[in-house]
């Protein structure tokens, strides 16, 4: 069971820092935690991913749980250009594919 | 360095008919992955190639085939056309053979809608 579970949407305002959480309670030592976003109108775009330590690039931050059972995605400013829906995916051993739940739905506004 | 090219851009098809969709892997990627993607969902795996042999497929009937080609472009095929399979066809290119979470995330491209009369 690769599920993970995500509220359906989430508001932020212009240049304020978004937390986008995460529920993974099953995951196991070896799963990895992804996160993609989908812009309007594109496929799938890679954000970030992390195993236990959190993990920092130029479009977000990831904090994993001590205990790996949650995760967020922060966005430190977010812009309007950030809307979009993010998506939280346990990556299963060795296994490529990407298992898609419904997603956070993350409005922008100014 | 290129990106992950769809073609065609849509598709209007009719129940029973047959639809082939390509896509264009990134540049010195040699894994190609394709997902289905219906309207408020997320996308759904339906099949992976790895130098040209098929390497996982997910819970999809076998009307859905693909092929990979030497060059790592990849076409799905979808027989017998079903009102269901109205969506959102994504194709993701990888470069596989790396370990886990190192090298091996994947690049969408735009996507091919594909609409049944």
């Known amino acids: 069971d690769a599920k993970t579970t995500q509220p359906n949407s989430m508001e932020s305002n212009e240049e304020e820092p978004v937390h986008l959480p995460c529920n993974h309670s099953?995951?196991?030592?070896?799963?990895?935690i992804h996160w993609y976003r989908q812009l309007p109108s594109q496929g799938p775009e890679y954000v970030i991913h992390g195993l236990t330590s959190n993990v920092n690039n130029r479009m977000a931050s990831l904090a994993i749980a001590e205990d790996r059972k949650s995760s967020t995605l922060i966005l430190h400013r977010a812009t309007l250009r950030d809307a979009a829906v993010y998506y939280c995916?346990?990556?299963?051993?060795?296994?490529?594919?990407?298992?898609f739940g419904t997603g956070t739905r993350l409005q922008v506004t100014l | 360095e290129t990106g992950v090219t769809q073609s065609p851009t849509h598709l209007i098809k009719t129940r029973g008919q047959q639809v082939t969709l390509r896509c264009s892997s990134q540049s010195g990627h040699n894994t190609v992955s394709w997902y289905q993607q219906a309207l408020g969902q997320g996308p759904q795996f339906i099949f992976q190639y790895y130098r040209e042999e098929e390497n996982g497929r997910g819970n999809f009937p076998p009307r859905f085939s693909g092929l990979q080609f030497p060059n790592y472009s990849s076409e799905l095929n979808v027989n017998a056309l079903e009102l269901d399979d109205s969506a959102l066809y994504l194709c993701?290119?990888?470069?596989?053979?790396?370990?886990?979470?190192?090298?091996?995330?994947?690049?969408f491209g735009p996507g091919t809608p594909l609409t049944e009369l």
């Open positions: 993701a290119s990888s470069l596989g053979g790396s370990p886990l979470g190192t090298n091996n995330d994947k690049y």
């Open positions: 995916i346990r990556r299963t051993g060795t296994a490529s594919k990407l298992t």
């Open positions: 099953t995951i196991s030592g070896t799963d990895y």
